[in-house]
């Protein structure tokens, strides 16, 4: 396996809206190893998720996970490993939260999400799946979908006032239990 490059904003890739994938590409020796790289790309990064357009590829997969005990996390996200997914929102409520991005590094702000969603997608062998996410797993399942539109939290967010330096954040904050980041 191997650790990828990650792509920041300002990279056209970064930008550029993603196509599905065939299911022969999807069981492709390429595809399974760039799944490989992406986990362990991920989890090299301490990120809760990447999208494929992140590691300079313009395909619409992603992969995603926070164990139970990271802090950032109000709750556990399995590893999951989205190919071709489509998300439906579930009701109209939207819930605010804190994000960061490894394609922005060092920054992260307030983004707001629909609290419930349901995801349809493939899995890393071609087979659908459906799950119903809410509050922190929809989070990261909106941030990564977005990634593959060529969007980014930013975008979503209501103006640029949260938007603040992790450091800055971190030393200024006076024990907010407020927090949580999406990668
Ligand atoms: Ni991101």
Redesign the pocket.
């Known amino acids: 396996m191997s650790i990828l490059k990650v792509a920041r904003i300002g990279h056209p890739v970064v930008r550029t809206p993603a196509r599905d994938l065939t299911l022969a590409e999807i069981r492709s020796p390429e595809i399974q190893k760039l799944v490989d790289d992406m986990i362990e790309t991920m989890h090299e990064y301490e990120g809760v998720?990447l999208?494929a357009p992140?590691i300079h590829v313009g395909l619409r997969l992603a992969v995603l996970e926070v164990p139970a005990f990271d802090e950032r996390a109000e709750q556990a996200v399995p590893l999951l490993v989205l190919v071709n997914p489509r998300v439906t929102p579930l009701g109209k409520q939207k819930v605010e939260g804190a994000e960061g991005?490894?394609?922005?590094p060092g920054l992260r702000g307030t983004v707001p999400r629909f609290q419930k969603l349901r995801l349809e997608a493939l899995d890393r062998h071609g087979e659908p799946y459906a799950v119903e996410a809410q509050d922190f797993f929809a989070r990261v399942i909106q941030?990564?979908c977005d990634?593959l539109g060529g969007e980014?939290?930013l975008d979503r967010m209501h103006g640029m006032r949260s938007l603040a330096f992790n450091e800055e954040m971190d030393r200024h904050r006076a024990h907010d239990d407020e927090d949580e980041s999406?990668?």
Request: contains cysteine.
């Open positions: 998720g999208a992140q991005c490894l394609s922005i941030h990564e990634h980014v939290y999406t990668e």
